[in-house]
């Protein structure tokens, strides 16, 4: 299958009353699965939503597979799977009935035609043996699956999926994740998240955002290799560790003994024996999160 | 097209289960049921009074503020529930199921209309052992069809332009307007009844492809020519429709049609001869008081709105029984501002006498001011029957012997067969 495209051109957008959500945004992504990255308010959802064409852009454009996201919305929608953060479904459906309002939706006419997607979905984000359940009935976990469900219908070659895994216990955060991966192999999946985890486990390449601007684009790899050099870990006393904490970003804390075990982000550590180590992802993101907000501090 | 089509078909039926399925569905359906028997219970048990109670009652007062409180919670489901992003990602066009949403929920509400008629005739069989004709059904049912049409559209579509359902509690005024006000509006405003059938059917619909094209706008920056057109035209339609009703017909205070003002005019007590009538029948045709010339004439008024007036159509039937037919002809008036309301009850009665409507019947708290009719005769109560000899004078008037029942009705006119035409008496003609 030939991966689709998509080119984002100096998109923007700001929100009336003057909240610059995302700041002009040139990007290209081609295949696998793709996170956004960031903490909230960076703007994650506001891109996912103007490329789903639900959300005017105030400048730039965007184009999927050669469809511009602003004159073609009909036919960029037939190409996306689109699942918001904070979504809703029709409590009084069943889970069949509402895969099957969603096919219309997606302009299967056809019964049969429905039919097959609606199973062909259920067993792919486990939903079966819950076809005759209520929605209004669903735990968390399974109003996810089935939003991703939904959002599959169609075998859609674009995937958007924003937050997928958010408010999850780990056991369904864990089975979001391992469908998520699957489902990356033959198209393109853009997912967005403010949890590093879900990143790692999923991801090809990743954008991070901050404040509606791009802080880095680029793989997994390539992240934390800019942070290599720059990890450190170290055994202080819980005195030390409130003196430490002014100074550097911490990426993790743990109690071992009377003592404190923490790492630190930076390019050099005084005042405490540390040892530099193999940077996560979760110290590459916030190495990068940490050096934009000193830059911002400074300037 | 017809892919689309079966879109439309397939989106209305889920609308029209999320609607009513379920716990909720079941205690709506059974709730208005149940307030259209207990109305039924109240009036006298005829399964005509009960059909045309569930028109007047279960439409107006149960089924009206039913339905927008469910068009509310239609227009409003994807906000209410947060489902409007996944939906609107989707391809099919949102201003397509804009209208799949408005034929479910109305589909639903049709549903309902179709409990509360058929509970209201369920009491005659229940309470009397008498049984409702299917005409009856269709009769009552039909009346409800494009009242609950354009309340329907208008509640649906201020909802959703407005974004708010304070929008169907503004429609709901109007209505509540129209009950309590009606004295002073002219008919054409009221929606309820069936001459208005053209006028409210062709605003019904335009509002809602108005509505559906300002949905194609906000949604693909692209207006299109069709829809807004054809939203334009059926207003236009809807709006001329309605003057030409207002200019053609007696609908004070708009408009006074001179043909009804002379029949006003006439007073019973004036002239030996009592008012002429010239109105159309349960057919449509012209009936005239000429057309009697030379026979006895009973003339007997009721209103469907007095459910126990009615009694005198079946009393009147059982007093002609043993008259002779080609020298006594009767006339029951109906006055009753919906035209159609006189048609449904002649023909699921099938009465053998003919039935006019008073055309110019309008809403009011006196009835001698409530029609030209009512006027003329200066009719005091409900029901009401006078018999006059074969020169159309005044032998008797029921009412105010106290004699309104078929023994009663059967001696005024073997009393007036008595009495001799008086040489040259013609009647007032038209």
């Given at each position: 299958m030939i991966a689709l495209q998509i080119d984002v051109t100096g998109l923007s957008k700001t929100y009336?009353?003057?909240?610059?959500?995302?700041?002009?945004m040139n990007l290209s992504i081609s295949d696998g699965v793709f996170a956004l990255l960031g903490?909230?308010?960076?703007?994650k959802t506001t891109f996912m939503r103007m490329l789903a064409t639900l959300l005017e852009p105030t400048s730039g454009t965007a184009t999927i597979d050669g469809q511009d996201i602003r004159k073609g919305r009909k036919q960029v929608r037939r190409l996306l799977g689109y699942l918001p953060q904070d979504f809703g479904l029709y409590?009084?459906?069943t889970v069949e009935e509402q895969l099957d309002y969603m096919g219309l939706l997606s302009e299967m006419t056809a019964p049969q035609e429905r039919q097959a997607a609606c199973e062909r979905v259920m067993e792919q984000a486990n939903l079966t043996s819950l076809?005759?359940?209520?929605?209004?009935?669903?735990s968390g976990g399974m109003r996810q699956r089935l939003g991703i469900a939904q959002a599959l219908l169609t075998s859609p070659q674009l995937l958007i999926i924003d937050e997928?895994?958010?408010?999850?216990?780990p056991e369904e955060r864990i089975r979001i994740r391992g469908l998520l991966a699957e489902l990356g192999g033959d198209r393109v999946i853009l997912v967005s998240t403010h949890i590093v985890a879900d990143v790692e486990a999923t991801a090809d390449a990743l954008v991070i955002l901050r404040l509606g601007e791009v802080l880095f684009t680029g793989t997994i790899e390539e992240l934390v290799n800019r942070t290599r050099g720059r990890a450190w870990e170290a055994v202080v006393t819980r005195q030390r560790l409130h003196e430490l904490k002014e100074q550097y970003v911490f990426t993790a804390v743990h109690r071992t003994g009377g003592d404190m075990r923490i790492r630190i982000v930076a390019a050099q550590v005084a005042g405490a024996d540390a040892q530099e180590v193999e940077p996560t992802l979760e110290d590459a993101y916030l190495d990068i999160m940490g050096l934009a907000e000193s830059e911002a501090a400074a300037a | 097209m017809k892919p689309l089509l079966l879109s439309l078909r397939a989106l209305a039926t889920h609308e029209f289960r999320m609607t009513l399925r379920g716990r909720s569905g079941l205690s709506v359906a059974l709730g208005a049921g149940a307030l259209a028997f207990a109305d039924a219970a109240l009036r006298p048990q005829s399964p005509l009074v009960a059909g045309v109670r569930a028109s007047l009652f279960g439409c107006g007062l149960v089924l009206v503020p039913l339905s927008l409180a469910l068009v509310a919670g239609a227009a409003r489901r994807d906000d209410t529930v947060g489902a409007g992003d996944v939906v609107q990602?989707?391809?099919?066009?949102t201003h397509l199921l804009f209208v799949a949403r408005f034929l479910g929920t109305y589909t639903a509400v049709l549903a309902l209309y179709a409990v509360v008629v058929a509970c209201s005739l369920l009491c005659p069989l229940v309470l009397a052992r008498e049984f409702a004709s299917p005409l009856t059904f269709v009769h009552a049912f039909g009346r409800g069809i494009v009242p609950l049409l354009f309340i329907v559209a208008l509640g649906y579509c201020g909802v959703a332009v407005a974004?708010?359902?304070?929008a169907a509690a503004i429609v709901a005024l109007y209505w509540l307007y129209l009950l309590l006000w009606g004295d002073f509006l002219?008919?054409?405003?009221?929606?309820?009844?069936?001459?208005?059938w053209p006028i409210y059917g062709a605003l019904a619909l335009s509002a809602v492809l108005g509505t559906a094209a300002l949905r194609r706008f906000q949604d693909l920056r692209r207006s299109g020519v069709a829809l807004p057109l054809a939203a334009a035209g059926l207003l236009v339609l809807g709006l001329l429709t309605a003057w030409n009703r207002v200019v053609h017909s007696h609908d004070k205070p708009l408009h006074r049609d001179p043909l009804a003002m002379q029949l006003a005019a006439q007073?019973?007590?004036?002239?030996p001869r009592v008012p002429g009538v010239w109105l159309p029948d349960q057919h449509g045709r012209l009936w005239r008081t000429?057309?009697?010339?030379?026979k006895v004439l009973v003339l007997a008024f009721w209103s469907p709105?007095?459910?126990?007036?009615?009694t005198v159509l079946d009393d009147l039937r059982t007093a002609l029984k043993d008259v002779p037919r080609a020298s006594v002809a009767c006339l029951a008036v109906c006055l009753a501002d919906d035209h159609a309301l006189s048609a449904h009850v002649a023909s699921e009665g099938r009465y053998p006498f003919t039935m006019v409507t008073d055309t110019g019947t309008h809403f009011s708290g006196k009835l001698e001011d409530c029609a030209p009719l009512a006027e003329a005769f200066e009719?005091?109560?409900?029901p009401s029957v006078y018999v006059t000899d074969r020169g159309h004078r005044?032998?008797?008037?029921l009412a105010s012997e106290g004699t309104l029942y078929p023994e009663g009705m059967a001696a005024a006119i073997g009393r007036a067969l008595a009495v001799p035409v008086p040489p040259g008496i013609g009647v007032e003609r038209r």
């Open positions: 009336p009353g003057g909240v610059e959500a995302l700041k002009p903490p909230n308010g960076s703007g409590p009084s459906l076809r005759k359940r209520a929605v209004g009935t669903l997928p895994t958010a408010g999850l216990d | 990602s989707r391809p099919f066009p974004g708010n359902v304070l002219a008919r054409v405003f009221n929606f309820s009844l069936t001459q208005n007073y019973a007590k004036a002239s000429s057309s009697t010339d030379g709105h007095d459910p126990d007036s009615m009719l005091a109560k409900l005044l032998v008797a008037d």
